[in-house]
């Protein structure tokens, strides 16, 4: 029966391709720069409508347009002034166009705050040339996707984010249209390196926080889609700073028949982590390459090959470390003192090769290959001696601020031999038609896992003497107890899993409309087989657009569908290094309601988005997050909601140079499916405790449901911005802005079941600014014979890192007493540093 369901729908799908609602007319021509050379990718579309075209290799366009209807055509390409032609064809009426694009300025690049094609969807598009200039630690491009509504990071060290209460593995991540994969083993910002996202390389950035279409991959949060240039000329870039270096290539032949972009990077966040409390000889050494080669073997055909290599090294050897915390009446000290060291590796290889064939103007086939690798090792022997210290808090003693009593001492010993080597390829084929009120796109796709995972770690705590757990002793016995010796922590396992995946989807958009409004729907269904759990899974996905013709220049939305994410691997493995074998796939449905209004204010362009959104979610996973390693109770369920509101302006606050403030308010819970515990009364009826098993010694037990719990990325507010601004009387001085404010995170003691995991750490601020000083420029003139004469541009910046020195704590270290109390202290993010930025482009 679900059979002919999908068969029916497909042929729905495919049967609006053969009705127009209307006749159309044709607009046809070349795009040139003021060089007169030909512009490839422009794009080209019909405004308030989705869909649109693009020119080619060799600046050539055709578009079908609806007839005997004023419409406005829209030219655009990043670095290019826009351009508009408003026009009204008849029936069958060709029009010949070549418009000019002109390079926008680099002092003040000229915004789009309107993106025709997509405005009709869950997607936002990002400008990439952002990147260069947001001040950050990581220098990254999710440093932009971190200032959008409903995406939350509590750590400037990583390139990781939780999008609309999800965590990390919910987001997928697209390059011209490749999945890209992260490491496994990481468990901390610091060891992370770089992301695989060059955004020297970088020409279109769309995001989209839910909703998204069913083109789109299996996951249950959000979409990256990034798009790599396609160079027409020689060009390149390097920048040099405190924390590394990049640099880039980019070429095409004189019949720009063959392209090609080579990226390099290297990073070292040595500075920034010898400012943490843990002081010590950190030696991280991060580097990458990537290539993505282009060849059109004719009109029709094309060929592309992306390939990437990342070594990331992350060694230290910590030395001491002391952390002051808790409240004013009762301020504490930890003090530790290391031995040992931590040596991890995380070596990953992706390659990709792309085949497209265009038989027609409006049709397009590609066969995708993909592969990705990755070896990663973690190893390390640490032993830390602390001491817990009162501190005094007297203004008026003269050992104010010093430790005057000793509460806690001890030691404790960490030990991990961890090895993990994971392949993935797969082999897909996507292809799209077009005409002027229907857009169909179709893909399919195997793909073949191999998870090998080598598990050796352990943790040994002594405190005062005596060895936790504490085991029993021999004192007043006649005979001796012989009691084992526990390890605190330990899990040793070897796992081996190869399964293979199947996947595909169909997507049709209609285009409907007239002269008082436009109206268009997107509705697709996905299909996802996975022979691991053999479970198959049906998505349906759909948004409806309507823009009415009205004064105010406002669109409405509403998307839903179900986004299932079946498990990869780190879902299926416990803390115990178990693995799940009988997994089902994680559920969330969708319902996102929005409006996307175009105002003037000041006499300037601005967008304001708004989304409203409930995600149904069930068969969750269980999780708890320590840093950026996400822990899973594998062999739990539970069902959840996630809710809230997302909302963002865009425009020129300063004339002539776009800035963004996002404002995300949002409550995440779940409720596991069968936990509960035991409430301890006596006689009396007074509660004396609680516990997982009944007590014997308890005049009654009573059992008690949690329900409803906050899941670990309940972050209830946040809000974000990056600002710039410029002198009046030399735009070649600029400022650059990014704040950052998220409410308090959920939390617990290890060991702890979920719902005990209810505490809540301080709020993260943060605000990073950077000064750019344009040095070469358009505004600039030099002699042909100086060899300065071939840079575009060159400009210096100065940025400071966490301006107003706030300790953001992002997880806590627990150190246990022999009486068993426990201690959580804050481990700290970075404090105020400095940066200094040279970048030049050729």
Same mark, same amino acid.
């Given at each position: 029966m679900i059979k002919y369901k999908v068969l029916t729908f497909i042929l729905l799908l495919i049967t609006g391709l053969q009705v127009s609602a209307q006749e159309t007319g044709t607009v046809k021509g070349k795009i040139t720069n003021e060089r007169n050379q030909p512009i490839e990718l422009v794009n080209i579309a019909i405004m308030g409508l989705p869909g649109g075209t693009v020119s080619n290799r060799k600046g050539l366009y055709e578009i079908e347009v609806p007839s005997n209807k004023d419409i406005t055509l829209v030219f655009s390409f990043i670095g290019y002034e826009r351009k508009a032609l408003q026009l009204r064809l008849e029936a069958g009426e060709e029009r010949l166009f070549n418009p000019t694009l002109s390079e926008s300025t680099e002092m003040l690049p000229d915004i789009v705050i309107q993106?025709? %094609?997509?405005?009709?969807?869950?997607? !936002?598009?990002i400008n990439p040339k952002e990147v260069a200039v947001i001040p950050s630690v990581t220098g990254s491009v999710e440093s932009l996707i971190k200032t959008l509504p409903g995406v939350s990071s509590n750590n400037e060290l990583?390139? #990781? $984010?939780?999008?609309?209460?999800? /965590?990390?593995?919910? /987001?997928?991540?697209?390059?011209?249209?490749? +999945?890209?994969?992260?490491? @496994?083993?990481?468990?901390s910002g610091q060891q992370e390196g770089m992301s695989f996202l060059n955004s020297d390389l970088t020409s279109s950035i769309l995001f989209s926080a839910g909703g998204f279409d069913a083109r789109y991959g299996d996951k249950m949060s959000s979409v990256l889609d990034i798009k790599y240039r396609r160079p027409t000329e020689f060009a390149g870039s390097v920048s040099l700073s405190l924390l590394g270096a990049t640099a880039h290539l980019e070429g095409a032949t004189r019949n720009q028949k063959f392209s090609y972009l080579l990226g390099v990077r290297q990073?070292? /966040?040595?500075?920034?982590?010898?400012?943490?409390?843990? #002081?010590?000889? $950190?030696?991280?050494?991060? @580097?990458?390459? !990537?290539?993505?080669?282009?060849?059109?073997?004719s009109d029709k055909i094309e060929i592309s090959v992306l390939g990437n290599y990342a070594n990331n090294k992350y060694k230290v050897i910590p030395q001491t470390r002391e952390t002051s915390f808790g409240t004013i009446q009762e301020a504490k000290k930890l003090t530790v003192y290391f031995d040992g060291q931590e040596v991890d590796q995380y070596k990953t290889y992706q390659g990709a090769f792309k085949l497209i064939y265009k038989p027609t103007k409006k049709t397009q086939l590609s066969l995708i290959g993909a592969a990705f690798n990755s070896d990663e090792s973690e190893t390390y022997d640490v032993q830390g001696q602390y001491w817990i210290g009162q501190l005094e808090t007297g203004l008026g003693e003269n050992d104010f601020g010093e430790v005057i009593q000793t509460q806690g001492v001890g030691t404790y010993l960490e030990h991990a031999r961890n090895f993990l080597i994971a392949t993935v390829w797969s082999v897909g084929h996507k292809g799209s038609f077009e005409n002027a009120n229907n857009y169909l796109t179709w893909g399919a796709k195997f793909q073949h896992e191999v998870i090998d995972d080598h598990i050796g770690e352990w943790e040994m705590i002594d405190s005062a003497g005596f060895s936790l757990p504490r085991p029993g002793d021999s004192i007043g016995y006649p005979t001796m107890i012989v009691s084992p010796f526990d390890l605190n922590y330990?899990?040793?396992? =070897?796992?081996?899993?190869?399964?293979?995946? $199947?996947?595909?989807f169909v997507q049709n958009t209609w285009r409907l409309g007239d002269d008082t409004r436009d109206f268009a729907i997107t509705a697709?269904? %996905?299909?996802?087989?996975? =022979?691991?759990?053999? !479970?198959?899974?049906?998505?349906?996905?759909?948004?409806?657009?309507?823009h009415p013709n009205w004064v105010k220049d406002i669109l409405f939305r509403f998307s839903a569908g179900y986004y299932y994410q079946p498990p990869f691997y780190r879902e299926l493995r416990d803390f115990d290094g178990n693995i799940n074998h009988d997994p089902k796939a994680q559920k969330s449905i969708h319902f996102v309601a929005g409006? =996307?209004?175009?105002? !003037?204010?000041?006499?300037?362009?601005?967008?304001?988005?708004? +989304?409203?959104? $409930?995600?149904?979610?069930?068969?969750?996973?269980?999780?708890e997050v320590d840093n950026v390693r996400i822990r899973y109770y594998a062999n739990q369920r539970a069902k959840g909601y996630a809710t809230g509101i997302d909302m963002k302006i865009n425009g020129e606050f300063v004339k002539g140079i776009e800035s963004w403030a996002s404002l995300s308010l949002m409550k995440t819970e779940e409720d596991i499916y069968g936990d509960f515990y035991y409430e301890? @009364?006596?006689?009396?009826?007074?509660k004396i405790g609680t516990g997982q098993v009944e007590n014997p010694e308890a005049a009654s037990n009573v059992q008690v449901e949690p329900g409803f719990i906050p899941r670990p990325t309940d972050q209830r507010f946040r809000f974000s911005m990056f600002f710039q601004d410029y002198l009046p009387m030399n735009p070649t001085y600029k400022m650059h802005l990014a704040f950052y404010y998220g409410s308090s995170l959920p939390f617990g003691p290890p060991k702890s079941q979920r719902y005990q995991q209810t505490l809540r750490m301080p709020s993260y601020r943060r605000v990073d600014i950077g000064f750019s000083k344009q040095i070469i420029g358009n505004h600039t003139s030099i002699n042909p014979k100086n060899p300065l004469h071939y840079l575009k541009s060159m400009w210096i910046s100065l940025e400071v890192f966490n301006l107003l020195q706030v300790n953001n704590t992002i997880s806590y270290i627990w150190v246990t007493d022999v009486s068993g109390r426990q201690y959580a202290v804050p481990n700290y993010l970075t404090p105020r540093q400095l940066n200094v930025k040279l970048v030049v482009q050729f």
């Amino acid at each position: 029966m679900i059979k002919y369901k999908v068969l029916t729908f497909i042929l729905l799908l495919i049967t609006g391709l053969q009705v127009s609602a209307q006749e159309t007319g044709t607009v046809k021509g070349k795009i040139t720069n003021e060089r007169n050379q030909p512009i490839e990718l422009v794009n080209i579309a019909i405004m308030g409508l989705p869909g649109g075209t693009v020119s080619n290799r060799k600046g050539l366009y055709e578009i079908e347009v609806p007839s005997n209807k004023d419409i406005t055509l829209v030219f655009s390409f990043i670095g290019y002034e826009r351009k508009a032609l408003q026009l009204r064809l008849e029936a069958g009426e060709e029009r010949l166009f070549n418009p000019t694009l002109s390079e926008s300025t680099e002092m003040l690049p000229d915004i789009v705050i309107q993106d025709e %094609r997509i405005r009709n969807t869950n997607l !936002q598009r990002i400008n990439p040339k952002e990147v260069a200039v947001i001040p950050s630690v990581t220098g990254s491009v999710e440093s932009l996707i971190k200032t959008l509504p409903g995406v939350s990071s509590n750590n400037e060290l990583s390139s #990781q $984010y939780s999008v609309r209460g999800g /965590n990390f593995d919910e /987001n997928l991540v697209y390059v011209d249209d490749i +999945e890209i994969y992260r490491p @496994f083993l990481i468990r901390s910002g610091q060891q992370e390196g770089m992301s695989f996202l060059n955004s020297d390389l970088t020409s279109s950035i769309l995001f989209s926080a839910g909703g998204f279409d069913a083109r789109y991959g299996d996951k249950m949060s959000s979409v990256l889609d990034i798009k790599y240039r396609r160079p027409t000329e020689f060009a390149g870039s390097v920048s040099l700073s405190l924390l590394g270096a990049t640099a880039h290539l980019e070429g095409a032949t004189r019949n720009q028949k063959f392209s090609y972009l080579l990226g390099v990077r290297q990073k070292s /966040n040595k500075y920034v982590l010898n400012a943490l409390e843990t #002081q010590g000889e $950190y030696k991280p050494s991060f @580097f990458d390459i !990537q290539v993505l080669l282009r060849y059109d073997i004719s009109d029709k055909i094309e060929i592309s090959v992306l390939g990437n290599y990342a070594n990331n090294k992350y060694k230290v050897i910590p030395q001491t470390r002391e952390t002051s915390f808790g409240t004013i009446q009762e301020a504490k000290k930890l003090t530790v003192y290391f031995d040992g060291q931590e040596v991890d590796q995380y070596k990953t290889y992706q390659g990709a090769f792309k085949l497209i064939y265009k038989p027609t103007k409006k049709t397009q086939l590609s066969l995708i290959g993909a592969a990705f690798n990755s070896d990663e090792s973690e190893t390390y022997d640490v032993q830390g001696q602390y001491w817990i210290g009162q501190l005094e808090t007297g203004l008026g003693e003269n050992d104010f601020g010093e430790v005057i009593q000793t509460q806690g001492v001890g030691t404790y010993l960490e030990h991990a031999r961890n090895f993990l080597i994971a392949t993935v390829w797969s082999v897909g084929h996507k292809g799209s038609f077009e005409n002027a009120n229907n857009y169909l796109t179709w893909g399919a796709k195997f793909q073949h896992e191999v998870i090998d995972d080598h598990i050796g770690e352990w943790e040994m705590i002594d405190s005062a003497g005596f060895s936790l757990p504490r085991p029993g002793d021999s004192i007043g016995y006649p005979t001796m107890i012989v009691s084992p010796f526990d390890l605190n922590y330990a899990v040793k396992s =070897d796992i081996n899993l190869s399964s293979n995946r $199947y996947t595909g989807f169909v997507q049709n958009t209609w285009r409907l409309g007239d002269d008082t409004r436009d109206f268009a729907i997107t509705a697709g269904i %996905r299909a996802n087989y996975w =022979d691991f759990n053999e !479970q198959f899974l049906l998505s349906p996905r759909a948004t409806v657009s309507y823009h009415p013709n009205w004064v105010k220049d406002i669109l409405f939305r509403f998307s839903a569908g179900y986004y299932y994410q079946p498990p990869f691997y780190r879902e299926l493995r416990d803390f115990d290094g178990n693995i799940n074998h009988d997994p089902k796939a994680q559920k969330s449905i969708h319902f996102v309601a929005g409006s =996307d209004w175009n105002i !003037q204010i000041w006499g300037r362009p601005f967008k304001f988005v708004t +989304e409203v959104y $409930y995600k149904l979610l069930d068969d969750l996973i269980p999780y708890e997050v320590d840093n950026v390693r996400i822990r899973y109770y594998a062999n739990q369920r539970a069902k959840g909601y996630a809710t809230g509101i997302d909302m963002k302006i865009n425009g020129e606050f300063v004339k002539g140079i776009e800035s963004w403030a996002s404002l995300s308010l949002m409550k995440t819970e779940e409720d596991i499916y069968g936990d509960f515990y035991y409430e301890y @009364f006596n006689a009396e009826g007074e509660k004396i405790g609680t516990g997982q098993v009944e007590n014997p010694e308890a005049a009654s037990n009573v059992q008690v449901e949690p329900g409803f719990i906050p899941r670990p990325t309940d972050q209830r507010f946040r809000f974000s911005m990056f600002f710039q601004d410029y002198l009046p009387m030399n735009p070649t001085y600029k400022m650059h802005l990014a704040f950052y404010y998220g409410s308090s995170l959920p939390f617990g003691p290890p060991k702890s079941q979920r719902y005990q995991q209810t505490l809540r750490m301080p709020s993260y601020r943060r605000v990073d600014i950077g000064f750019s000083k344009q040095i070469i420029g358009n505004h600039t003139s030099i002699n042909p014979k100086n060899p300065l004469h071939y840079l575009k541009s060159m400009w210096i910046s100065l940025e400071v890192f966490n301006l107003l020195q706030v300790n953001n704590t992002i997880s806590y270290i627990w150190v246990t007493d022999v009486s068993g109390r426990q201690y959580a202290v804050p481990n700290y993010l970075t404090p105020r540093q400095l940066n200094v930025k040279l970048v030049v482009q050729f």
